[in-house]
């Protein structure tokens, strides 16, 4: 089974400073991992997403993550925040399943919080 | 539309009754999702369709559930007898294609049900 761990529920930074949201994930199988981010009262937006190929991955908004298979990790980075980054943030695997279909499954979220 | 489109956004039952959740996919996406997204919580899988056909309904909590999508386009997720539990919000997402790597999912901004 697959599941995924967001080791903080909340995240408060300064703004302008840099920051990363952990995420692990378990899994017997190859994955796809994902990041989206949900501003209050909206639907969830992709960030970024590794398929395949280089484990660095750039995103939208200035985010970045990085793949790491040792470690079981898909951590997210911005190395400079801004107050509209506040939000929720959700760390997913994507499941390939017979039939020829996908789904995510999702960790709890990290709530960041960019401070003045 | 440009987007997935979910109505109402907000709904009020109380505990016994009847819902029905509506969501407009993007105009010829294949796959069709249903999400649920408690307080404080990730987004939990409930079901998937492909066109008309719902080929995963595993996430389904209970009999109570029930979702159709009966032309392949427009999809709609019923609640009986709600209950108090059941207050969340329903997230409606959809993908143009039902192959295994399609990760082009759009998210609606969800049904927020809250269950009195």
């Known amino acids: 089974a697959q599941s995924v761990t967001q080791l903080d529920s909340q995240v408060p930074v300064f703004e302008e400073a840099p920051v990363e949201l952990r995420c692990n994930y378990s899994s017997s199988v190859s994955v796809y991992l994902f990041w989206y981010v949900q501003y209050p009262n909206q639907g969830l937006q992709l960030l970024l997403k590794?398929?395949?190929?280089?484990?660095l991955v750039k995103g939208i908004n200035g985010f970045e993550a990085e793949f790491n298979k040792s470690q079981t990790s898909f951590h997210l980075r911005k190395p400079s925040v801004h107050i509209s980054d506040t939000a929720e943030y959700f760390c997913?695997?994507?499941?390939?399943?017979?039939?020829?279909?996908?789904?995510?499954?999702f960790g709890a979220g990290t709530r960041l919080a960019v401070h003045p | 539309g440009a987007g997935v489109s979910q109505s109402p956004r907000y709904k009020v039952a109380k505990r016994g009754q009847d819902v029905a959740l509506r969501c407009d996919p993007i105009s010829g996406h294949v796959s069709l999702f249903w999400y649920q997204q408690a307080l404080g919580q990730g987004p939990e899988f409930l079901t998937y369709?492909?066109?008309?056909?719902?080929?995963?309904k595993s996430g389904l909590p209970s009999d109570r559930f029930f979702a159709e999508r009966p032309e392949g386009s427009v999809s709609t997720l019923k609640i009986q007898r709600t209950q108090q539990e059941d207050s969340a919000v329903y997230l409606c997402a959809s993908s143009p294609s039902g192959v295994q790597g399609d990760y082009g999912y759009t998210f609606g901004s969800g049904t927020r049900l809250t269950v009195v």
């Open positions: 369709f492909q066109n008309e056909a719902q080929l995963d």
């Open positions: 997913a695997v994507g499941r390939g399943l017979s039939g020829g279909y996908n789904k995510l499954i």
């Open positions: 590794y398929l395949s190929g280089s484990t």
